[in-house]
Structures are given as structure tokens and as C-alpha cells.
């Protein structure tokens, strides 16, 4: 990517995080109730005006979101409303539940459906195509909420096979096989339902590349269907899969949260649903902004793949 | 690590021709019926010659070229005959016999070259992978033969153009990396599939120069399929002009231009435009359309289009039929250049009948 292309995307960046820390501010902040009534519950009006005072709340809109803004690039995210405690200490417990639930969930979506979706394609509309789509259909019928309580009826309680809801989980540094062991059932859950996307739009990008002129050109140099596919094939069919896939895993950190209630991992959506029912609202406004910048990140991470999948992208972005 | 070479070797037969077709049939099954693609189609071919397949679009002669191969779709394909390439018999080959021919000792050149190249895999790569798959050369042994190969077909700077992406050559240069990717691992036959209709006359001079000289150098047999009898011009040694998948003359090239004998043939050879006309000579050309492959009319299939024609095309074919010169042969009833020929034009333009009115 040439330098003009690099600034105008940093500028783009800071301009959407800007727009979406001021919206997610300014809707949070038209919500009913105040903060500081939620921090001080029945104590009396001398801890409101104190509180109040701390979260600026007796000043006009502008320079509380100022007060907000500031507190966000401190990397304190400042204090939650009930209990009172960092931000920061609440999602440095949070976050690495939910990103490994997503990356996990994901790479075991991947793994289930290429494969799926590359013999489907070779053979489409045969037997093994028919029942590998009604098979990932009925997947995306069944809601997590469903698959969840499923999983884990059957293989933790009839089929002891995985650890219960709230077994202990060491982080996946110090003990990545019983993490893993641990995070499995969750990360189906949520795997479920990507499965039947991915399967689908691979299977049909794949169909229209097998068509190309160059996969008969492969053919014609007696490569085997197993390199065909792979080395011919694959790259240029991923594009939408990954466009999906980008939205898809964006939309996870929040949609991870019937993963994380039914298995008792405390993640950011478990997060985000407590402090709603709570009514903490500087936690609420945090974790949108989370979620956003999320978004942005993975825009910006399949951009990039795109240009690594694609040499014509790459050369479209430098002219 | 030692690496398994996937060639299947073949032998020379001895006093016969490297590839034999015979009766060649390729239908395809599609809702609309059965398209006979390819019907009855023979034809021979020596070690080093160049034999050129012309006819108009729809006439059968690509599938023809991918029948030959073996490189048909899997599906609702009916295919019968005998093609036999060297000792092998290329109908009865199992997949793994077939892969191992095809890119080593059978290489195509196909029409499109830009979109013939895999997008989003770097040139060199394109050409290697034959290499190192067919032959079991090493990464440095194939990329030293890709380099020299580029070379071979007039690539400027190979070494750094190995890097590159297919998009980033023009197609004349591209048609140049399929041509290197059809020769690598040094096939006795090579088809090439309209190897020029996508690319400026300059260039497809040039391409057809440099496939003329890889025959030599390597001592190939060449077919090319072509529409255009341009290409077939001092490039080919024998010619096989193509109508509604069956051949209707075979001939060497020269007997061809200076005697063709069916209609079909004359007309074709009239609608080239040729220098020694005057300037703003309107070209002349073939009224009508060439049958549909899937409702052949009866009797001979040019009969509706045929300023010869006699009651007697409409209802029997004519069969391939030799002519007085050596290794001519042509189908039609009332050939051009013949007693019974001129006899039949005359009777036609008497008459009236359109398709004679054009011919003078």
C-alpha cells in the first residue's frame, strides 16, 4: 500500500472512532436514570453532589464527553457505577474469555466447513452436496440458545466427556490444554451457527472459480483434483467468505453472550448484560466503544487479507 | 526427500503415426437434447507435423481439440472412438494414466491466455509447478528451467518477470507464459486451441512464429485449431476443414488453397480478405447460419447453405470421398472444379436460388 493510501486510511479511522465514541456518549447519556444515583443507591444527596461532581455530570454535554474521551485514552476507561472498580481491572478479566471464544469458534467453523464446502462444490447437487446443505441448514435453524443447553446436557451430564458450566479455567498460556479442554463446548455453541454461512458462500464462490478458464488450463498440466483445489482453487474463492467472515466475527463479541451465560464464562457480553440490568452506564458506553473499535479492527485486518489473497488489489491500491 | 516423477512414458510405434483418431464421436446431453458436438471425426497425425483444424464457430472443432485429450467435462458427456497417442489408447485411459500425459507429453494452449492464468499465482510459479510435479525437479533445478523457458518464448527479464502476476503482462505476453507452461516438461504433442483470436495481429503473427519454431527445436506435433485460414497459411502441413462437427475435407495445405473441392472449403477461402484485392473489396461471406448441433437436418448438413446443391444433399450424406491428389479427401456429391460441380452451380443460378446468386 503506497503512503497516501496508509494516511487516508488512518484519517479515515479516527474519524468514524470519533463519530462512534460520540454517538455511543450521546445516546447512553440521553438514557433515563444518572450514574451517580446508581454509585451512591440510597445514600444521601451529599454522595450525589460528590459523585455527580467526579463524573461531570453538572456540566454541559460537550465537555463531559471531553471528561469520558479522556478517561478512554488513559487506558482507565474510568470507574464503573456498581460496584465501583476500574473499568480497565473489569475487562482485563473479560476480554481474553470472549476473543478466544471468537477465534476459536471461528477456527472450528472454518475447519468443519471448507472441506464441506470444497467436496460439495467439486460434486454439487450429488448426495454428498444435498445432505452437507440440509445438515449446515439445520444448523442455522437452531439458535445457540438451543445448541448451547444441548451441548452441554449431553456431553457434560449424560456423556461426562467435557467439564460443566463454571468449571475453573486457567488462562490458555499457562495451561492451554485444559483451556481449550474447557472453552470447547462454549465455542461450538457459537461455531454452530457460522458453519452453514461459511459453507454456503464458499461453496458457491467455488463452483463459479471451478468454471475458470485457468482451472482447465490446471487440469490440462495433469495436476491431481486434490492441488487443483487447493493451490488453484481456494484462493481465489475466498472473498466473500472473508467479507462475511469479517462482519460475522464483529458481530461475535457481543453475540458470544449466550455462549458465555449457559457455560458461566464471564466474557464481555456477560459483561455487558450485567451492567445493563444494573444500569451501569459508563461499563455500557465502554464496551459499545469496544465492540465498535472491534469492528474497525477486522474491517481493517480483511482489507488487508484481501490484498494478500489478491494481487490485483494490491496494485489497484497503489494507483 | 526424493520426489515421485507422474509421467507415463510412452513408445513410439513403429511405422504408424503418433496420434490416430478414429470415428471420434463427443456428444453432450443438455435439456435441449443431444448435442452431437463431434461426429465421426478421423484423422492421423506423424511426430514433428502441424496439422491445422479450421471451421466457423460451432463447428465442433475446440470440443474436437478437448476431446482428443481426454479434457471433457465428467458429466453428461458421451464419447466414443478410438484416439491412440503412441501405445497408449487415450479412450480407454484410466484418470492417473491420463494426468500423467496431459501436461507432460500432451500440453494445450488455450484461447483466452489472460484469463487462462491463475490470477493469483505468481508466473513463475505457473510454469514450476508442472515441473516439479511431472518431472520431480527440485525448487532450484524447476526454477532454472522456468527462467530459461521464459527465455525460450521471447520473455524479457525473466528472472524478475517470474515474480510477477499474470495482470501485469499484456495478453500477447501472457499467451507467451501459457505457451511456456504447455512446452515445459517437453510434450511430443501439443494442441493449441485458437492460440491467436484474442490478441492484435502483430502479436498473433509473432505467437504463431514462436510456436513454428518450438515445433522445430523440439520436434513436436502441433495441432492448431483456428478459425481463420490466415493462421493456416505456411504454418501448417496438413488441414482439416470442420462443418457441424464432421470433417468435410482433409487435404495437405497446399492442395487445400490451390484445389479445395467442397463448397464449404471455397467459401471459406473466398471470405478471407486477401491483399491482392482492390482496396474496399467487400468480403464475401456465407449466407445463413451453421445448423443447430442438437437438430441436424438430413442428407448433408451444408446442403441448406450450398450454392451447389441438388435434391439429392438434402436426403443422402455424402462420405469422404479421395480425390486424384495423394491424402485428399472431401465429402460432397457435386464437389467444386468438377463437371457434375459446375453443372449444379449452373443449374442453381438458373434457377434462382439464393445461396448460388453470391457466387460468380
Known sequence: MSKLVVVRRVLEIIVTLVLVTLVTFFFTSKLPGNEAAVICGPAGPACLAKEGALLYLNHPFFPRYLHWLGNLFSGTFGLSAAPTEPIATLLKQSYPITLELVIFSQLIAIVVAVPLAMYSAVRPNKVFDRMSTAATFATLSLPAFIVGPLLRYFFTVKLPWFPGAGSTMPSIGVNPAQNLYVMFLPSLTIAVGSIAVYQRLLRADMIATLEEDFIVMARAKGLTTWRILFRHALRPSTFTVMTVGGVQIGSLIVGAIIGEQVFGLTGLGYQLVLAVTKADLPTVQIITVIVAVAYILMNLIIDFLYTVIDPRVRRARTT | ?360
Open chain 2, 1 to 360: 526427500m526424493s520426489r515421485k516423477r507422474h509421467v507415463r512414458d510412452i513408445d513410439d510405434l513403429e511405422d504408424r503415426p503418433l496420434l490416430e483418431v478414429e470415428n471420434l464421436k463427443t456428444y453432450f446431453q443438455t435439456g435441449h437434447g443431444i448435442v452431437k458436438s463431434v461426429d465421426g471425426v478421423s484423422f492421423d497425425l506423424e511426430r514433428g507435423r502441424t496439422l491445422a483444424i479450421v471451421g466457423e464457430s460451432g463447428s465442433g472443432k475446440t470440443v474436437l481439440s478437448r476431446s482428443v485429450m481426454g479434457l471433457l467435462p465428467p458429466q453428461n458427456v458421451i464419447r466414443e472412438g478410438r484416439v491412440r497417442f503412441g501405445d497408449v489408447d487415450l479412450t480407454n485411459a484410466s484418470p492417473q494414466e491420463l494426468r500423467g500425459l496431459w501436461g507432460a507429453q500432451i500440453s494445450m494452449v488455450f484461447q483466452d491466455p489472460v484469463t487462462s492464468l491463475n490470477p493469483v499465482v505468481r508466473a513463475g510459479r505457473q510454469i514450476t509447478e508442472s515441473l516439479r510435479y511431472h518431472l520431480a525437479m527440485s525448487r532450484q533445478d524447476a526454477k532454472e528451467t522456468a527462467i530459461s523457458l521464459f527465455r525460450s518464448v521471447g520473455i524479457p527479464e525473466p528472472e524478475n518477470r517470474m515474480q510477477w502476476y499474470p495482470h501485469q503482462f499484456s495478453g500477447g505476453m501472457c499467451q507467451r507464459i501459457v505457451i511456456a507452461a504447455a512446452i515445459a516438461c517437453g510434450p511430443k504433442l501439443l494442441l493449441a486451441d485458437e492460440p491467436t483470436t484474442g490478441l492484435d495481429v502483430t502479436v498473433s503473427a509473432q505467437i504463431l512464429d514462436l510456436l513454428n519454431r518450438l515445433q522445430q527445436e523440439r520436434y513436436m506435433s502441433v495441432i492448431i485449431v483456428t478459425h481463420d485460414l490466415g493462421v493456416v497459411t505456411g504454418r501448417s502441413d496438413d488441414v482439416i476443414v470442420m462443418y457441424a462437427g464432421q470433417v468435410v475435407e482433409r487435404a495437405p495445405t497446399t492442395t487445400l488453397f490451390r484445389d479445395a473441392r467442397m463448397p464449404y472449403t471455397e467459401a471459406l477461402l473466398k471470405s478471407a480478405p486477401r491483399l491482392s484485392n482492390p482496396s474496399h473489396t467487400r468480403l464475401h461471406t456465407i449466407p445463413g447460419n451453421p445448423p443447430n448441433p442438437a437438430n441436424l437436418p438430413k442428407g448433408c448438413r451444408f446442403a441448406p447453405r450450398c450454392p451447389y446443391v441438388q435434391p439429392k444433399c438434402r436426403e443422402e450424406e455424402p462420405p469422404l470421398r479421395q480425390a486424384e491428389a495423394p491424402r485428399h479427401w472431401y465429402a460432397c456429391w457435386y464437389p467444386v472444379g468438377t463437371p457434375e460441380g459446375v453443372r449444379a452451380l449452373e443449374e442453381n443460378q438458373a434457377a434462382g436460388v439464393p445461396a448460388a446468386m453470391g457466387v460468380v
